[in-house]
Structures are given as C-alpha cells and as structure tokens.
C-alpha cells in the first residue's frame, strides 16, 4: 500500500477454499506481506449487515483490491470463498491483524490478491459475535428493514419480484407474500399494483435479542398509491406514520425478516 492510501506491514491470511472466522491459515504461496501497491481507485466501501456480503471480482498476480467496512469491538469477521486467495485485515489504525476478531469499533480495510497467475473469485464476508455465534445486533436489524422498505417497489409492483421476497424474508413473512391469495397473487389477479413516494424510518423505538426471534420496533413513514383497474383506489392510499415490530430469524446462516406487526 502507498502512503496516499494505507501503510504495508505484515501477517498474511491465506484462504484455500474454505471458512473460518479468527485463525489465519498461512500458506507458502502467499508473501508474508503485501508485494506491491494498494490503488485508490481498487478501493470499494461495502456495508456488511446482518445479512452479510457477496463480493465477486478478478484478480491477477500483483494486484490488489481493498474492501473498507465498518467493525466494532469484540465482533469477528466470517468469510467462506472456493477460490485460492490472499487476504489481509487491518484495523482502523492500520495495524494488521493475526485474527478475524475486532479489538475497536473503526474502519477496518480488507485486502485481497492471488498468490499466483490470474484468477476470477467469490467471496462472502459476514459479521459474527466474538464466540462465531451469529448474532443480530441492532444496526443491522435496522439495516435489514431498510433494505426491505426500499424493495417495496419492485416486490408489489411489477416486475413482482418474489427473489426479493426470499433474499429479504422468511418463515411467516414470506408465505403470506408468497402464497396462493398472498400478497402478491392478490395484487397479480386483481391487476393491481403499488406506488410508493416514500417508506423510510422515522424513529428506532427499541431492540430486543432476548427472545428467539430478535425485535425492533419502530415508527414508520409511508406515502403510497395502490392503483387498480379503474385507477387509483384512494380509500387504501395515502400517507401515514405508524409504529410496527419486526421479528428476526435466522435462514441458512442469514438474519431475515421472519414477520411484521402493526402496533396499537
């Protein structure tokens, strides 16, 4: 790394395949530091919520390509990727790091190259608790809801985009999109679609991760058109400012939302 972007210094992280979540695998093809230089312009900010990250690139021997994400204290970052690839994590001080494991909240920079030729790679990077235990914390939940609210759109709307529906939910929540005379097929035969000017989080009013199912409640903003055959239906449009519950769960290692409630 140049002086313009982050200083070079030594422990290397090799992965073979596999998924770890704190002890680095050292492997003799890799240098036992960094090569070469770290560009400006191969650095890419990514946000790792608590549904984790996919990342895809291509790489060839003496490049590098830099991934900056927010860490906090006593969290440990999860990664699982097929191919053979170099990694690096450093700090927000620029320190490099002999584990995965978060000592500071900060900006933490992962850097990733090949140890030889040229290759095309995947990678999934998630944050876990410090045990590897994955755990919902309370930005991410928020995260998550944030994530739904601006699919809204595209889910009940054309193109009724039910991969949304999976990617964002499970258990109770899905099946009431997803099912026959759910809310999909219900918009779908009664050629009926919404438009939404606005859906945002006005306020967190608290979260919970004491049940099975992790809780947050919060105050809502929304201004929607529901249009149908003969044109708008005003009765069911409008703007409003609601408070609701969300419910968490896990699916195959990823929190979704498991279902949603309007509070009184």
């Keep these: 790394m140049n002086k313009n972007n982050f200083t070079s210094l030594a422990i290397l992280l090799f992965l073979t395949g596999c998924s770890s979540t704190s002890i680095p695998i050292v492997n003799r093809q890799c240098p036992s530091q960094?090569?070469?230089?770290?560009?400006?312009e191969n650095v890419q900010k990514v946000e790792i919520d608590g549904q984790g990250i996919d990342i895809s690139g291509k790489l060839k021997f003496g490049q590098y390509l830099g991934y900056i994400f927010e860490g906090k204290s006593d969290r440990v970052l999860k990664y699982d990727t097929p191919n053979d690839i170099c990694l690096w994590l450093y700090d927000p001080e620029m320190n490099l790091l002999e584990t995965f494991q978060f000592?500071?909240?900060?900006?933490?920079?992962?850097?990733?190259?090949?140890?030889?030729?040229?290759?095309?790679?995947?990678?999934?990077?998630?944050?876990?608790?410090?045990?590897?235990?994955?755990?919902?914390?309370e930005d991410d939940a928020i995260a998550i809801v944030n994530?739904?609210?601006a699919s809204k759109s595209s889910i009940f709307s054309?193109?009724?985009?039910?991969?949304?529906?999976?990617?964002?939910?499970?258990g109770e929540r899905y099946q009431d999109i997803t099912k026959p005379n759910g809310s999909i097929d219900w918009l779908?035969?009664?050629?009926?679609?919404?438009?939404?000017?606005a859906s945002e989080i006005k306020k967190v009013i608290s979260f919970s991760d004491s049940s099975q199912y992790p809780e947050l409640k919060i105050t809502i903003y929304e201004d929607l058109t529901l249009y149908g055959p003969r044109g708008i239906d005003y009765e069911n449009s409008g703007s409003s400012t609601?408070?609701?519950?969300y419910y968490f769960a896990l699916d195959n290692g990823i929190w979704k939302i498991y279902d949603a409630k309007l509070l009184d």
């Design 34 to 40: 960094p090569q070469g230089t770290l560009e400006s």
């Design 242 to 245: 609601r408070d609701y519950i």
């Design 103 to 137: 000592k500071q909240n900060g900006i933490y920079t992962l850097q990733v190259s090949t140890p030889q030729g040229s290759t095309s790679f995947d990678l999934s990077l998630s944050i876990a608790g410090k045990g590897g235990e994955i755990i919902l914390y």
């Design 158 to 170: 054309p193109p009724f985009d039910e991969s949304l529906v999976s990617q964002l939910t499970t």
């Design 147 to 149: 994530k739904w609210l």
């Design 188 to 197: 779908r035969r009664n050629n009926s679609y919404y438009k939404y000017r």
